[in-house]
């Protein structure tokens, strides 16, 4: 009977239309890479789409690939374009977060990551979604969030009626949600389209209509689907079709209208910062807003702070005062946390060349085969850094020299390799957790997680060891401990109540490792116990947790960052709440400690926010 309504009133609002009616195909979720069908559930939608001509375009919501691989985004493109109308593509969370290049090659495969174009006398205009490179909530990258303020402030008219398209719902799925809302709603947003559940949902955001299109794939389908939108007067109406079948009767509709938002007095939800005025003693000092996301944490020289941002930039900044002192811009997004050895920075980009500066200025550059995202250590004058072309390498702090060039990594390298003794461990996209020889580059030992998975990869945690012992924790919701030496499995163990994921630090005494569980514990497990042995506990709950971001202990004072904005400081001896600060509402990427009670706090919106801490105990 539903939607039997619904048909009767796309007939009657298609008749009493004066003009204003127009077709196109919504894609979403297409996973090429993933599901062993994908290509082929993608080549018949195709197939099906170029066989009607009442279609205009197509616009696709992201996820168009699995991985972010290089491979399958090319491999994506070359299937698009055998479209016969245009298509206009944004990219979805598992584009970006993977990505081999830093979320740059979908720029350069698909020519951008947003898209603005009008029809119908609409703007339909799209951003990317992230998290980008680092695991956690959805966000609008600050840089498109720029781009989407200006699109909306040159409209031809201020009253065009605009069509907003990202991958996630607007919601607190996305940890900025409100900032693309809070635009939109200066403005005549009559639609929100998204895809990212799989499955189709008529929703509402915040009093603007919101359609989840569902994903291409079959899953335990015989075939996949997509849906044909039609948009007749003042109403838009959502049909599955799936290829070579009939299209299926209109299982959502919604009426476009201009809100008046400005006259809006609903009360909709805000994150907010009060917690912060509990601890009058933790003091913000300076704030830095880059024009882009920053994605890496940062490093002390002297009297700097050094950090990078994904608009190419390496920058200093006044330790005191947060003023940027010099910056260098490479050509391409940089993830790549920087090292600092006397006055020489390193720093990868994924212009696929690694950085030496100094005072802002190269003192050598080198060429990789592809970008770089992942971070260097230094060490006795060596760069030890991986990269995404399946090397990982050794290189002269001094000149650039290659002292040695491991080329067999599978996957590719993201995390912070760990110096410990004559070896280096770090781990890749490909399952694998490499020891290297420090001195000669050789292969000691690896070791595979025996998954399918690429996502269960022991890759974006930093490797921890004490008393001869390993440690990693991964996405798999498994810790495991190895004999640093030759790679033996001490225990590996998965605890239903304490979901383990990328987020670790060793303590100042190397007696315990700390966790952050994705349920909101954070423990400290023993470094010399024969299984995983929680030996120390704090009692706070900081409730779901998603952030990769490494915990550290500096004076006594535990420090944990969230996928939410928010620093806690626990007390070493018992694990209680010394004092939190919330930054921003965007995952922290680091926490760095300036000494004197004194820290950085990087956060994904391009924020670096100095805090000072006048005493550190509880209220």
């Known amino acids: 009977m539903r939607y039997l309504v619904l048909i009767f009133s796309f007939l009657s609002i298609g008749a009493a239309a004066q003009g204003r009616r127009f077709q196109f195909a919504h894609i979403s979720d297409t996973h090429i890479g993933g599901a062993a069908t994908a290509s082929d559930d993608l080549r018949a ?9 009442g279609l205009q375009f197509v616009i696709i919501t992201g996820d168009i690939t699995e991985f972010g691989a290089d491979t399958e985004l090319r491999e994506a493109k070359s299937l698009l374009d055998s479209l016969n109308k245009p298509w206009y593509i944004i990219p979805g969370n598992h584009d970006a977060n993977w990505s081999e290049s830093g979320a740059n090659s979908f720029r350069t495969v698909f020519g951008s990551e947003t898209r603005a174009f009008q029809f119908g006398g609409f703007l339909f205009a799209g951003t990317a979604c992230g998290p980008n490179m680092r695991m956690g909530p959805g966000q609008v990258p600050h840089e498109n969030i720029v781009w989407l303020d200006s699109v909306l402030r040159h409209l031809p008219k201020p009253d065009m009626p605009v069509i907003y398209m990202n991958h996630y719902p607007q919601d607190s799925a996305q940890n900025n949600w409100y900032e693309a809302m809070d635009l939109l709603k200066r403005h005549n947003v009559q639609l929100i389209l998204c895809g990212h559940g799989h499955s189709n949902h008529l929703l509402n955001f915040e009093g603007v209509p919101g359609i989840m299109g569902r994903s291409n794939l079959r899953a335990k389908d015989s075939i996949g689907g997509y849906n044909i939108v039609t948009i007749a007067g003042d109403s838009v109406f959502y049909q599955t079709k799936r290829p070579g079948l009939e299209v299926e009767p209109v299982w959502a509709s919604a009426r ?5 938002f400005a006259a809006d007095t609903t009360h909709y939800y805000r994150p907010s910062f009060a917690e912060n005025g509990l601890y009058p003693f933790v003091a913000k000092r300076w704030v830095y807003q880059a024009k882009s996301d920053i994605g890496t944490g940062n490093v002390l020289s002297g009297n700097l702070v050094i950090g990078t941002d994904t608009d190419g930039w390496i920058f200093a900044l006044d330790r005191k005062t947060g003023k940027r002192v010099w910056g260098y811009r490479t050509g391409g997004k940089v993830y790549s946390t920087p090292a600092v050895s006397g006055s020489l920075v390193v720093a990868a980009s994924t212009d696929k060349k690694i950085y030496c500066l100094k005072d802002g200025k190269v003192v050598w550059g080198f060429m990789t085969e592809k970008p770089d995202v992942a971070a260097p250590v230094i060490e006795a004058g060596v760069v030890y ?6 090397h990982f390498r050794a290189l002269q702090l001094a000149t650039g020299a290659v002292v040695w060039d491991f080329d067999q990594v599978r996957g590719f390298v993201v995390d912070k390799p760990l110096v410990y003794g004559g ?8 399952n694998d957790l490499y020891a290297l020889n420090k001195t000669t580059g050789r292969l000691i030992w690896k070791w595979n997680n025996g998954s399918t998975n690429r996502m269960y990869s022991p890759a974006a945690c930093w490797p921890v060891a004490a008393g001869g012992r390993l440690f990693v924790v991964a996405p798999d919701q ?16 998965r605890a239903p109540k304490l979901r383990v994921r990328e987020s670790m630090g060793l303590s100042a005494d190397s007696s315990l490792v700390y966790v952050k569980t994705m349920d909101g514990a954070v423990i400290g497990v023993s470094t010399t116990a024969d299984s995983l042995r929680i030996d120390w506990r704090s009692p706070v709950e900081l409730g779901y947790e998603l952030a990769p971001t490494a915990l550290i202990e500096r004076e006594g004072v535990v420090l944990v960052p969230t996928h939410s904005g928010t620093v806690w400081a626990l007390a070493r001896k018992n694990g209680e709440l010394l004092w939190k600060y919330k930054a921003s509402n ?22 670096l926010t100095c805090i000072s801490v006048s005493r550190q105990s509880s209220l």
Do not use: E
Not at 256 to 260: A, I, S, V
Not at 423 to 430: K, L
């Open 586 to 607: 965007c995952m922290v990427n680091g926490v760095l400690p300036l000494g004197g009670g004194n820290y950085v706090i990087s956060t994904m919106d391009g924020k």
């Open 385 to 390: 850094i991986g990269g995404s072309d399946g």
């Open 423 to 430: 070896t280096v461990y770090f781990g890749c996209w490909g």
């Open 256 to 260: 476009l209208y201009d809100h008046h």
């Open 478 to 493: 498994v810790m495991t401990a190895f004999d640093a030496a030759t790679g033996a499995v001490l225990w590996r163990s």
């Open 45 to 53: 939608t195709i197939r099906d789409i170029n066989a009607n001509a």
